[in-house]
């Protein structure tokens, strides 16, 4: 597996970036970077019915739409992001989401988080959920 980390703070270019490594390596890519406030929607929702449009043009906080399917999240400097770029190999996904999912449960844990894992692919602390 390849890691990369971005040196760019910028939400398109790191959207793009996932959909490059995608294509560009026969490895799975695992993908650690920071975004300036943004907003990214998954694939199939309505960006029109996921944002405010008025916040979103007063406080210059990009969209951006990402490959994969899922909700809506807000990015920003304080929170760091992470994605696996895994090629389809007939792999179980929620396995290999696991498997790859792991060593980030346990930084969280040894940092003094409350993190496991809930349902099919999520991390939560406590209650919240983080990731998945």
Do not use: W
Not at 5 to 12: A, E, L, R, V, W
Not at 25 to 36: A, G
Not at 92 to 112: K, N, Q
């Amino acid at each position: 597996m390849k890691c990369i980390i971005s040196p760019f703070d910028n939400c398109y270019k790191n959207i793009a970036g996932e959909e490059y490594f995608m294509s560009a390596f026969d490895d799975d890519v695992f993908f650690l970077y920071i975004n300036l406030p943004s907003i990214i929607i998954g694939k199939n929702q309505n960006a029109y019915s996921e944002i405010n449009q008025e916040y979103v043009s007063e406080h210059d906080v990009k969209v951006v739409r990402r490959l994969s399917g899922g909700g809506a999240v807000y990015h920003d400097s304080g929170n760091l992001n992470f994605s696996f770029m895994v090629k389809n190999d007939d792999r179980d996904i929620d396995v290999v989401f696991h498997d790859y999912a792991t060593p980030i449960l346990h930084a969280l844990r040894h940092l003094g988080a409350d993190a496991s894992f809930f349902g099919r692919n999520d991390l939560v602390i406590g209650d919240k959920k983080i990731s998945g």
